[in-house]
Nanobody, 125 residues
């Protein structure tokens, strides 16, 4: 069983930056694909970024490519990060960390087996 815990959210002005962290416990996630999703009020949960278990391949939604960077530390920290730069008001959402234990390399919520509780990101204009 994997437990995921996100942190790093908060309130930031447009153009600012935040770094989200997702710490895994209960089991190592070094062989899992990891991803970040987000969900704004009244909207469906949407894919933001994902990273292959080795860290060598990353994938991004068009809306964040060039502004956000996903990275992972498979060593002792067992952590996945999302660096968010040039934030826009439309990036406001609850951000969730997710783990795909079967390496489906998907971009929909059903492709992921474990989820964190989420962290709120609010970008003011």
């Amino acid at each position: 069983q994997v437990q995921l815990g996100e942190s790093g959210g908060g309130l930031v002005q447009a153009g600012g930056s935040l770094r989200l962290s997702c710490v895994a416990s209960g089991s190592t996630v070094s062989r899992y694909m990891m991803a970040w999703f987000r969900q704004a009020p009244g909207k469906e949960r949407e894919f933001v970024a994902s990273i292959w278990w080795s860290g060598r391949s990353t994938y991004y939604a068009d809306s964040v490519r060039g502004r956000f960077t996903i990275a992972r530390d498979n060593a002792a920290k067992n952590t996945v990060y999302l660096q968010m730069n040039s934030l826009k008001p439309e990036d406001t959402a609850v951000y969730y960390c997710a783990a795909d234990t079967r390496l489906r390399n998907g971009a929909t919520p059903r492709d992921y087996d474990y989820w964190g509780q989420g962290t709120q990101v609010t970008v003011s204009s």
